[in-house]
């Protein structure tokens, strides 16, 4: 695969292009049959599983059997891992817990250890499950606030003002800290909070693999940020978002905070709303299957969605699967499902498309039936 994006080849199948109607779409360079892959992708520059999902899932195949998963990292497996750097989880190893993450085998466990320099995101996972153990104790509370937080106005210059607040007055007040002195910094935070700072971590790891010379890495900088459409929608984003910030700023380990900062921060939030897959259960049928949670694949966000769409989606293991589930012609658009809501009337599937994804639909089914 030679890609030189924004514009250019991801593979050799499709063109990705400027579009008369605005933004980028992809083209087939030619005809291409029926029940081609057109795109195979296993980059994902990050991952989450769902709080309720995290024991039944296999955090390394996306396995699900409706029980509790069987094994666990154990303290051995990591002490042969550790390094230098590794501090925190160093002197804690007495009382390590397993970094909340399960497996379907001792297979699953063995091939999620052997990814390259895979402790460091052990460390900083084992960090925020002690930290999110300690505050299970505590209230939270925003869950009486929700409400209140969630009828502000928002404007990106709010948006921004609050960052600023955040980097002007906060971050410095913060680095001045002892460590200990820090920790009671820490803002009160509930499973949301906990898993989304999961999520970022896992994206801080992969991208430095991803870096920015790469094509994923790439990718992943050229995604399109939804932050201001999704906090418009839900202002309480703001909020939550800056707890999470916050947490990961003390409690990073040094391995990851390296490339942390605000803006990254925020590019990780604001391209995970609208650009992330869902990890969906495999085998089901399209009404009974589980969301276990939700991945970003750069490289295969080029896609517009159709609701007459000529790609379908699937997933098998760690692996996801751009399949043409009808021929297409040279110069035509290859368009995915973003919804799952093709079902739908006409106007309560663009009313979704418009709240969750931000357009107006326009494509031929949509023009057809409007
Ligand atoms: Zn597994
Ligand atoms: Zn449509």
Redesign the pocket.
Known sequence: MTIDTPNGNITPFYEIKDTTWGGRSCFATSDIPKDTVILEVNDTTGSSIQYEFRKEVCHNCFKYNGKSMKYKIKTTDVEGLLSENNKWLKARMKKFCGAGLWFCSTGCSDTYLRIPRIIDLIEAYEILLDNHTKMLKRNNPDDANEEKLNSVKISQSIIDSEWRNIEINWLPMIDKMKYTKRQQSLPITSEDEYNCARFVCNTLFHLRTYTKDTETGKSFWNLQSNELNKMMRFPILLHFQQLVFRTLYILLPETLRIDFNIGTFRHIMGSEYGNAFGIWQEDESVDSREYFGYWVFPRASYFN????PNITKTRNNKTMYFTLNKGVSQGDELCIDYSGVLDFTTVK??DF?KENWFFD???????L?I
């Open positions: 969605h159709s609701c007459i599937r663009r498309l639909c326009q494509c031929t089914r949509c023009k039936e």
